[in-house]
T-cell receptor, first 115, second 115 residues
Framework: SAVISQKPSRDICQRGTSLTIQCQVD?????MFWYRQQPGQSLTLIAT?????????ESGFVIDKFPISRPNLTFSTLTVSNMSPEDSSIYLC????????????FGPGTRLTVL | AQSVTQLGSHVSVSEGALVLLRCNYS??????LFWYVQYPNQGLQLLLK??????LVKGINGFEAEFKKSETSFHLTKPSAHMSDAAEYFC?????????????FGTGTRLLVSP
């Protein structure tokens, strides 16, 4: 399985500001995914990030609010823009398995609190 | 659309007792099914997966799950609970309808283990 790291691990931000979350993988992967886990809730897929193309967003999520970059096969960023307290969540990145595309491995998550 | 339903937001067991966490899926095509565990303040860790091979799947930490097509179920079991098993458990499904890379998660079940 891949080793995935995220920065920052947690942050407290003021409303109206933006935060960029980084996801780094120790090996090249085809697909990277960004999920949101709101307090006490399950995970919801925000978007799929492929290297060299625009991210694909799920219903209810838009690029202006959650711009994503995928500059290479080991790195991606998610920006949470113009934050409000409703954006307080854990944001997790995941990657498809190095050997096979049927399993996702998750990073440790970024715990975001918006005041 | 594919979905999973986890029965019981909380399950309490005594140490040494059987663990049974329930998951039922809805899918018009053969699904891939997963169980993930989330320990406090951590990301998700894959416990086990079913991808159309053996219906009884063994995972890490002594957990196993059985795919029962007739019951559309994929319940997670462990013969003897340990205190260290206390965590949040998520069932997830993917399949050709959503792209095998897209995971749809259940709402989670929190396992409480008492001494």
């Amino acid at each position: 399985s891949a080793v995935i790291s995220q920065k920052p691990s947690r942050d407290i931000c003021q409303r109206g500001t933006s935060l960029t979350i980084q996801c780094q993988v120790d090996s090249q992967v085809t697909m990277m995914f960004w999920y949101r886990q709101q307090p006490g809730q399950s995970l919801t897929l925000i978007a799929t990030a492929n290297q060299g193309s625009e991210a694909t967003y799920e219903s209810g999520f838009v690029i202006d609010k959650f711009p994503i970059s995928r500059p290479n096969l080991t790195f991606s960023t998610l920006t949470v823009s113009n934050m409000s307290p409703e954006d307080s969540s854990i944001y997790l990145c995941s990657v498809d398995a190095v050997h096979g595309a049927d399993t996702q491995y998750f990073g440790p998550g970024t715990r975001l609190t918006v005041l | 659309a594919q979905s999973v339903t986890q029965l019981g937001s909380h399950v309490s067991v005594s140490e040494g007792a059987l663990v049974l966490l329930r998951c039922n899926y809805s899918s018009s095509v053969p699904p891939y099914l997963f169980w993930y565990v989330q320990y406090p303040n951590q990301g998700l860790q894959l416990l086990l997966k079913y991808t159309s091979a053996a219906t009884l799947v063994k995972g890490i930490n002594g957990f196993e799950a059985e795919f029962k097509k007739s019951e559309t179920s994929f319940h997670l079991t462990k013969p003897s609970a340990h205190m260290s098993d206390a965590a949040e458990y998520f069932c997830a499904v993917s399949g050709v309808n959503t792209g095998f890379q897209k995971l749809v998660f259940g709402t989670g079940t929190r396992l409480l283990v008492s001494p």
